[in-house]
């Protein structure tokens, strides 16, 4: 209890240096980037996650129900498989206990929970139902309380076995705040390919942990098996790897007594109580992230503070010597002024090449994908894609979800760090542009039917697990993630993809043509979403650029005019702006040092460091 308490207070300690930071940019009239810093350390802006991976008959979804304490929530059975992700996720506005969302690549339907297994088994009732044109890809559990609080669980495909795109989501922890749980059992050591996915997870293994489920099946040897799992993972990554044995039987039954010391003895004797304690300690070192990124913004807007007050200093001190430069820096902003409307030119010029660039990415990773898939129906054949098409089509789904996502992604980085950094040093400036331009994309409507938008407002971490964060906000980010998902702008890309049960059937020739004419879809919908992306920043920017442009003539000429006031001013009212000056000075240099010792502290070892 003590190390907590001292995590807390080091905690409060981080937020008062924030909040006085922020105090002290509001007092210079700097409420942009005060909103800004209090926004990013809002921690409901940040997604907490759990996704178990794992190979079939591991017990994955019986873990599932474990973690969150409540039994058959995710369909389990001896020969029981799952067909799609399920996602297990807070949902208290309103209670929808009892339901599931199945999200169809074009649309979401809701269905009662108790016949979620109909649709997301290998022998569920639709699944096996020929006579279907399409069915779910993805199905969300909303639930009011789990043993988890607000954190959702990723329960993965039984069918497929270890996706190894997800072991970049290891590494890519920190950001979303996300666990990765591999779920093995206690029959024998780690196979070939666990290790193998562990491995490619690379040294970011703080983010992952080794269950070993089915213990109480295998009493005698799950201990030793549990100590193999470590030695092994020592040897292969140079490093320890958090493994745990866990009886989810155990865990689950002891989750249906009531609250009290023989619950607790049961679900500890079971492991639940240590995995859970694991995990929601890894998640929990990711809740410094908002602060830092809010301590960060401050120490933006102080030291630019800082720079505007050492200016000043510099006028009053000298004003003879500083008045040239100020007269010649104003005559330069003057001088882009007039010049504003060629570089509207410039502009046009550098973001119709920003696209081209864009659109040269996209295609580049859809013929990929068009090749891999082509590959992979000409190897396997049409019976084998037959046996799983609910794998198959969530598999083109996601590849084109992420294929999508790192063009537009690239573009938003490209119209950073070329157009809006260069121009403008408030942060505030760029969060707004990539707010406004995600709100622009989701209301773009790419040809095809209408589809529904009904969503739980889920941030899925698999469609960023690639990485191509940049200089993006996250924000941006989970919006381009609603951007692009289930009924969302591309709607014509997913309805195009849910033909996919039909060509399957249909035969070789058909499904290959399908997969032409959606990628040809895919590639349409995203040069239009860059279209509107470019139609939406211009715009802003250029707008912005004015503003930018028309408040520094000002501030300049208020120093011109400061300037020429001091030197007709007598020596003691001189010295006594000077002192004024250098008293704020002092303040703000206070509050940096302050803010950069806490951001220091944060990236050594956390608040409590």
């Not at 509001?26 to 980037?33: P, T």
């Not at 929530?73 to 339901?99: E, H, K, Q, Y």
């Amino acid at each position: 209890m003590e190390k907590v308490g001292d995590a807390q207070d080091a905690h409060a300690v981080a937020r008062a240096a924030m909040a006085a930071g922020i105090k002290l940019l509001r007092a210079y009239r700097m409420d942009d980037v005060a909103d800004l810093a209090e926004a990013k350390a809002d921690r409901d802006r940040q997604v907490r996650s759990i996704v178990v991976v794992g190979e079939i008959e591991r017990g994955k979804s019986s873990l599932v129900n474990a973690l969150v304490g409540i039994r058959e929530l995710s369909p389990t059975g001896v020969d029981v498989a799952t067909t799609v992700p399920i996602s297990i996720c807070p949902a208290t506005d309103p209670p929808l206990d009892g339901t599931a969302d199945l999200l169809f690549p074009d649309r979401t339907e809701q269905v009662p929970l108790s016949t979620l297994h109909e649709w997301v088994t290998t022998d569920g009732r639709h699944v096996r139902n020929s006579a279907l044109d399409s069915l779910p890809t993805r199905a969300n559990i909303p639930v009011t309380a789990t043993a988890l609080g607000d954190v959702t669980v990723i329960d993965t495909p039984g069918v497929g076995g270890l996706d190894p795109s997800l072991a970049a989501l290891v590494t890519a922890s920190a950001q979303q705040a996300c666990v990765v749980v591999v779920v093995c059992d206690a029959s024998s050591p780690l196979t070939a390919p666990e290790m193998t996915f562990i491995e490619q997870a690379g040294g970011s293994v703080d983010g992952l942990i080794v269950a070993v489920t089915k213990i109480d099946k295998n009493i005698r040897r799950w201990k030793a098996i549990v100590e193999d799992d470590r030695r092994l993972l020592r040897t292969h990554l140079g490093r320890d790897v958090t493994v745990m044995g866990v009886s989810s039987l155990r865990a689950v039954a002891a989750s249906e007594l009531p609250a009290g010391p023989d619950r607790e003895c049961r679900e500890i004797a079971s492991g639940i109580a240590d995995l859970r304690a694991a995990i929601l300690g890894r998640l929990e070192l990711a809740e410094e992230l908002p602060i830092l990124d809010a301590l960060q913004t401050v120490r933006g807007g102080l030291g630019r503070l800082q720079d505007r007050i050492g200016r000043e200093l510099r006028t009053v001190r000298d004003a003879e010597a500083a008045l040239p430069d100020l007269t010649e820096q104003l005559a330069r902003l003057e001088s882009l002024r007039e010049q504003s409307r060629e570089w509207e030119q410039y502009l046009a010029r550098d973001l119709a090449a920003m696209r081209q660039r864009a659109i040269d990415d996209s295609d580049r990773r859809l013929e990929g994908i068009r090749n891999s898939w082509t590959e992979r129906i000409n190897k396997n054949g049409m019976e084998v894609l037959r046996r799983s098409p609910q794998r198959f089509t969530a598999d083109m789904q996601t590849e084109l979800q992420r294929a999508m996502m790192a063009s537009l992604t690239g573009f938003l980085n490209e119209l950073y760090t070329q157009i809006v950094e260069p121009r403008f040093d408030d942060p505030t400036v760029w969060e707004d542009i990539c707010a406004q331009l995600t709100v622009a994309l989701g209301g773009q409507k790419i040809e095809g039917p209408q589809v529904a938008s009904k969503r739980h407002g889920i941030f899925d971490p698999t469609i960023v697990s690639m990485g191509v964060m940049g200089s993006t906000s996250l924000a941006g980010v989970i919006g381009l993630s609603s951007v692009l998902g289930v009924g969302a702008a591309v709607g014509a890309v997913w309805v195009s993809v849910n033909l996919g049960f039909r060509a399957m059937r249909t035969g070789k020739t058909n499904l290959l043509n399908w997969l032409r004419e959606t990628v040809g879809i895919t590639k349409t919908a995203t040069a239009r979403l860059l279209e509107a992306a470019i139609a939406q920043a211009r715009p802003d920017i250029v707008v912005r650029y004015r503003e930018y442009l028309r408040t520094s003539i000002d501030d300049l000429q208020k120093q011109v005019k400061t300037a020429r006031d001091t030197a007709a001013t007598s020596a003691a009212e001189r010295d006594k702006e000077i002192s004024r000056l250098t008293g704020n000075a002092d303040v703000v240099a206070k509050r940096l040092r302050q803010v950069d010792t806490m951001i220091e502290r944060m990236h050594t070892g956390g608040v409590g460091a």
